[in-house]
């Protein structure tokens, strides 16, 4: 079956420092990788789409220069939250996509001290 | 913008009982709409989706319908048990310029049920 593991589950990071989080796609191929943001009491938030071969697409109030991500084949992505601070805490989620459905990873979780 | 809305925040239920979640979209295209669950712990799981207007998705009790007409896409189920206890999220994804979008989620609805 089509799998989408995430690491790390859950992670700390001191305020300033960055953080690195994987997505792999297992089962199937990701052609399409999106990256949602989860903040306390809030909803998924899309971050960024990113597919195979083509230009990384961020939403509004995100940037390349804040989370850069990689797509770099059809079962992995990372993304980094640079320079993190108390705003960037939640879960984020990768949603890995192969021609029919969205298949979602169990998120990091990412503490700001 | 997209929006997905959903009004209800928390339900609380007795097994059994009957589950209506509300849920509402707005976009300019052509969306395919979805209802995902999110056990605690883990990400969302799909629930079912339905593509094309006018038809009804289902899965494990629970029914939606895709109505064009009022722009919603409910959720119901005749008897919930307590397994059915979770957060609920509709969510949308337009397609324009023959390239898929984003997921657009809904704010969710906790659901729990009491035996």
């Known amino acids: 079956g089509a799998l989408v593991y995430q690491y790390p589950r859950r992670t700390i990071c001191k305020s300033g420092t960055s953080m690195r989080m994987e997505c792999q796609a297992v089962?199937?191929?990701?052609?399409?990788v999106a990256w949602y943001r989860q903040s306390p009491q809030k909803t998924f938030e899309l971050i960024a789409l990113s597919t195979v071969n083509s230009a990384i697409k961020y939403e509004q109030n995100f940037t390349q220069e804040k989370f850069p991500i990689s797509h770099p084949n059809l079962s992995f992505s990372s993304m980094t939250v640079l320079n993190a601070y108390l705003e960037d805490r939640g879960l984020y989620l990768c949603?890995?996509?192969?021609?029919?459905?969205?298949?979602f990873g169990p998120g990091t979780r990412l503490t700001v001290l | 913008g997209d929006s997905v809305i959903q009004m209800q925040g928390q339900v609380t239920l007795s097994e059994n009982d009957f589950l209506f979640i509300n849920c509402t979209y707005s976009t300019t295209g052509y969306p395919t709409l979805f209802w995902y669950v999110q056990y605690s712990g883990e990400g969302p799981q799909l629930l079912l989706q339905v593509t094309t207007a006018n038809n009804k998705g289902s899965s494990r009790g629970f029914e939606a319908t895709y109505d064009k007409g009022t722009t919603s896409f409910h959720l119901q189920k005749t008897s919930v048990q307590e397994i059915d206890s979770a957060v609920y999220y509709c969510?949308?994804?337009?397609?324009?310029?023959?390239?898929?979008?984003?997921?657009?989620f809904g704010l969710g609805t906790r659901v729990s049920v009491f035996p």
């Open positions: 969510a949308m994804r337009d397609v324009r310029d023959n390239y898929a979008q984003g997921l657009t």
């Open positions: 089962g199937f191929q990701a052609t399409s």
């Open positions: 949603g890995a996509r192969d021609s029919y459905e969205q298949y």
